[in-house]
């Protein structure tokens, strides 16, 4: 599959560049980004061209990665499907439900994959952890705690300089990987409250069609010694935590990359696509 990278800033460089350059079956045909001396540099370290007009570079893919801000992630996923393009997205997929739910309808009407990388969702130990919790019964409650503190310590984050993270914080920035890991395992969501925290913490409260509550405590200006991911399950089975973090973003983007050739070949939806990803956008509105 011919890929196109949308984006050039740090996690297109840490992530997606890498990855796609690496892939046994993804040929990495070449990179557009909105500073084009950004994507000349970028395709050069991977051996890649680098495109000034992104409608070319469209016509000359099978499908296209994005790693832009949200909205401008939204309003380039449906221009790409509308050109016949798959499409391997980022998270979130908009900021607002109306521009998610264009996406989902413009891969549906294109007949077009989609996968959106939630990191979790394509890490092998965490996948097949949330595998296997889906697939028992009995929750009773759980508990997801996302902490970070890309705003907070040294302020060495590459990540510190987003327009985007600074202005919807949190709830958008790492919600959306709480939501991946306790919406297949519990279901989904019923009831929402939202409440927040010093700096930009959100605390959720979560009620899911399985009959389980969850909570979830977001937040990107955590001191950097109280930073961390957890999340516990509990329920008549017993008490189970996530495994730690798997090989890193790079591997886990490559496993992407196989989900939407996989999607694209076979024409069955994968978990992750645009119509999970427009559910996650829909719970994240509600809370703010």
Sequence with gaps: MRFG???TGPWADNAHAPALAAHPDA???GVWGRRPEAAAALAERHGTRAYEDVDALLADVDAVAIALPPDVQAELAVRAAAAGRHLLLDKPLATTT?????????AQAAGVASVVFFTLRFEAESAAWIDARAAQDGWFTARADWLGSVFAGAGDSPYAAS????EKGALWDVGPHALSVLLPVLGDVTELTAAPGPGDTVHLVLRHTGGASSTATLSLTAPPEAAGVAVELRGTAGVFGLPGRGAGPVVAFGNAIDALTEAARTGRPHPCDAHFALRVTELLASAE
Aim: hydrophobic fraction near 45%; glycine fraction near 6%.
């Design 98 to 106: 109306d521009a998610a739910r264009k996406v989902a309808d413009a």
């Design 27 to 29: 040929e990495f045909t």
């Design 5 to 7: 990278l949308l984006g």
């Design 163 to 166: 327009p985007w993270r600074r």
